[in-house]
């Protein structure tokens, strides 16, 4: 068990220390929060990726105000009952900090929307999902949403030697100069450039150097700590999920969704990726997976870990097993083709007459028709064009349902 925090977090900058914050994250202080800080105006939630300053920005925040309470929950640890006693206690102002704020479920989720209203206390929140899509649009509607860049490598460098003196180990690097040289020379650019813009990431594999042995390969060091910080940020599970889902695997894709979840990832990101895979490659070949997966989506709403597993494992296992088609995909990529192609011309890009108000009296209704068809031009001249050179841009496949529906175009169009 940790008597002390690990190095990295131990380094995070206050308002004294302020030369070590970088980058976007410097420059959304200096400019964006400044008025902010000066007077609680609305509630915040900073979205970016690991290690790129949300939680240091944010404790900023809560520096800058002296006589205000302050709470702070891990949406990962912390569940409902922890949520009332920390708004409880800040009933008469404070702030309330929430880290991952992604992770909280609906139920929770709707507990913070009285006093996001009332303003009662002040919320400040750090994600690294994009709010947008993991938080409901009563929450969206009353906070404001920052957006916290990575620094890129040059800053990282600076901010990498700047602490490298703040090591407890440095003066034991002094009496190593050809180590320090290696390190500060060579090591630092490798690890600034390997490590993606994850400061905490960078402060680690940079601890790790300083503590190596003479017996120790610094490169082993190096690429031993990616590899365990590849695993914890489990995105390569997810890739090799839905890699498998793709390939029809459903063992495959089982496996890597639950080594995902248990590694910590968030179920409902899991499902999320699911709503999206149902559309991007089964689609039409198969309409009843987006609701098979919705409603795993919302199952596990209501349930929570650990009976929820069975919905996560529902959603992975039909969408693997099913027909997959990805022309939904190439549709999408085909008509932005033909948009993107008359991208100097765009409002000579209309519809016919015969689709727009003006024109009502020559449209012709389908349902009028035999078979509800009428052979008629919906698409903008220019872009039918296009259409007639390539080729329609939804093309169904010969699986499942598409199969019907594909027979069905070529029925009312052939002609």
Not at 26 to 31: A, C, H, I, Q, T
Not at 86 to 113: K, M, N, V
Not at 218 to 225: S, V, Y
Not at 378 to 403: D, H, M, N, T
Request: proline share 6%.
């Amino acid at each position: 068990m940790f008597t002390t925090p690990p190095w990295a977090d131990s380094l995070r900058p206050n308002l004294t220390q302020l030369e070590t914050l970088c980058g976007p994250a410097r420059r959304l202080w200096d400019k964006d929060l400044l008025h902010w800080r000066e007077h609680l105006g609305s509630h915040l939630i900073f979205w970016g990726p690991p290690g790129s300053g949300k939680t240091t920005l944010a404790m900023l925040l809560v520096e800058s105000q002296k006589s205000v309470s302050f709470r702070s929950l891990s949406a990962v640890r912390d569940g409902i009952s922890e949520i009332k006693k920390a708004l409880g206690s800040l009933q008469g102002g404070g702030i309330l900090f929430i880290d991952e704020i992604h992770r909280l479920t609906r139920p929770q989720q709707d507990l913070l929307l009285p006093t996001l209203e009332s303003g009662d206390c002040w919320l400040i929140a750090a994600t690294t999902e994009n709010p947008a899509g993991t938080l409901c649009p009563a929450i969206l509607s009353r906070v404001r949403t920052l957006h916290v860049r990575p620094p890129d490598q040059s800053d990282l460098q600076l901010l990498l030697r700047a602490n490298l003196s703040k090591h407890p180990k440095h003066s034991d690097l002094l009496g190593q100069p050809d180590k320090f040289e290696r390190i500060t020379a060579h090591w630092i650019p490798v690890v600034a450039a390997r490590c993606g813009g994850d400061v905490r990431l960078g402060l680690n594999l940079l601890d790790g150097l300083v503590h190596s042995s003479d017996g120790q390969s610094e490169k082993d060091i190096i690429q031993g700590q990616l590899r365990a910080w590849t695993a914890q940020t489990h995105f390569d599970y997810v890739s090799a999920m839905i890699k498998s889902m793709r390939g029809s695997d459903p063992d495959a894709a089982l496996f890597y969704g639950y080594a995902a979840i248990q590694a910590g990832e968030d179920p409902l990101y899991i499902l999320r990726r699911c709503i999206i895979f149902a559309s991007e490659d089964v689609g039409n070949a198969d309409p009843a997976a987006l609701r098979i997966v919705l409603d795993c989506h919302e199952s596990f709403e209501k349930i929570g870990l650990p009976e929820g597993m069975y919905s996560v494992a529902q959603a992975i296992c039909y969408l693997s097993a099913t027909v997959k088609s990805n022309r939904i995909l190439k549709a999408l990529e085909t008509v932005n083709d033909w948009w993107t192609r008359e991208s100097g011309d765009k409002q000579s890009i209309t519809p016919p007459e015969h689709l727009i108000l003006k024109g009502h009296q020559k449209y012709k209704y389908p349902h009028n028709f035999p078979d509800c068809f009428v052979r008629e031009q919906y698409l903008p001249q220019k872009i039918e064009v296009l259409r007639r050179k390539q080729g329609a841009a939804y093309r169904p496949s010969e699986f499942g349902a598409e199969l019907k529906l594909k027979e069905r175009l070529r029925k009312l169009w052939s002609k």
